[in-house]
């Protein structure tokens, strides 16, 4: 189970409706009931809560290989059971057109580059190749993955939001390969997991746009809209 606290700095929102049973709620100076702007383990990032929910962002960054990152947490802060599906989130490019940028599975892509680089280093030493490292699921009891989690990312560096990631696993992975510290992907990035009241979960969400989009991103390009849908509720944070 895992606990977090939050330091209240301003608070500003508003809430809309779609048609059907979801509700939006939209990150946009007009209501001070439901958001507000916090620091949560040194990152600000701004956070709508409703129906017992709770979504933070902080500030979407633009990696080299054309993906925007961004990090998130939920919370579960009434009774009752949530999932949260990262699948489910997507962004919205700050071009004319909008693009939409669907959520990509960076810690499956970390765990490839893993499992292939332990199997050149057993065909380089002819050792006998150890089993291949499996993601950890996040459903269910999470107490223990939970504390772990926690302990491990509160003994990162924060990354610098200017700076782009790096040719393996971007800049928080490579904190925690300086700082000795074994953070899984299951740990940096955001997993689906089922969250009961008092529990939370958190990481990094990437986000890529679509095979065919001609779309060129740079560094200094932004994201014009997150939005994080749970539980019949879509939390958005537009720029």
Same mark, same amino acid.
């Given at each position: 189970?895992?606990?977090?606290?939050?330091?209240?700095?301003?608070?500003?929102?508003?809430?809309?409706?779609?048609?059907?049973?979801?509700?939006?709620?939209?990150?946009?100076?007009?209501?001070?009931?439901?958001?507000?702007?916090?620091?949560?383990?040194?990152?600000?990032?701004?956070?709508?809560?409703?129906?017992?929910?709770?979504?933070?962002?902080?500030?979407?960054?633009?990696?080299?290989?054309?993906?925007?990152?961004?990090?998130?947490?939920?919370?579960?802060?009434?009774?009752?059971?949530?999932?949260?599906?990262?699948?489910?989130?997507?962004?919205?490019?700050?071009?004319?057109?909008?693009?939409?940028?669907?959520?990509?599975? $960076? +810690? =499956?892509?970390?765990?490839?580059? @893993?499992?292939? *680089?332990?199997? /050149?280093?057993?065909?380089?030493? &002819?050792?006998?190749?150890?089993?291949?490292?499996?993601?950890?699921?996040?459903?269910?009891?999470?107490?223990?993955?939970?504390?772990? $989690? +926690? =302990?491990?990312?509160?003994?990162? @560096?924060?990354? *610098?939001?200017? /700076?782009?990631?790096?040719?393996? &696993?971007?800049?928080?992975?490579?904190?925690?390969?300086?700082?000795?510290?074994?953070?899984?992907?299951?740990?940096?990035?955001?997993?689906?997991?089922?969250?009961?009241?008092?529990?939370?979960?958190?990481?990094?969400?990437?986000?890529?746009?679509?095979?065919?989009?001609?779309?060129?991103?740079?560094?200094?390009?932004?994201?014009?809209?997150?939005?994080?849908?749970?539980?019949?509720?879509?939390?958005?944070?537009?720029?």
């Amino acid at each position: 189970m895992k606990r977090l606290g939050v330091l209240l700095l301003t608070c500003i929102s508003a809430v809309g409706q779609v048609p059907g049973t979801v509700k939006v709620i939209n990150f946009s100076r007009a209501d001070r009931e439901h958001c507000r702007l916090v620091r949560i383990e040194g990152r600000p990032m701004r956070e709508s809560m409703y129906g017992g929910l709770s979504a933070a962002v902080g500030d979407p960054v633009s990696t080299k290989d054309g993906y925007f990152r961004v990090f998130v947490l939920v919370r579960q802060i009434g009774p009752g059971k949530t999932e949260v599906k990262p699948k489910e989130f997507f962004a919205l490019d700050s071009d004319t057109a909008h693009t939409r940028f669907s959520f990509y599975d $960076k +810690a =499956a892509e970390v765990m490839e580059r @893993r499992t292939e *680089d332990v199997a /050149e280093l057993h065909d380089a030493s &002819g050792t006998e190749l150890p089993n291949s490292p499996k993601r950890a699921g996040n459903s269910g009891s999470n107490a223990s993955i939970g504390s772990s $989690k +926690a =302990a491990k990312l509160g003994r990162l @560096r924060k990354p *610098d939001p200017n /700076e782009v990631d790096g040719e393996f &696993g971007g800049t928080e992975e490579r904190d925690a390969a300086e700082e000795g510290t074994a953070v899984t992907p299951a740990e940096l990035y955001l997993s689906r997991s089922t969250l009961r009241q008092g529990d939370w979960t958190e990481g990094f969400v990437y986000f890529r746009k679509p095979k065919k989009s001609r779309l060129n991103t740079g560094a200094e390009d932004r994201l014009s809209e997150v939005d994080v849908p749970v539980h019949g509720v879509v939390f958005r944070f537009s720029q």
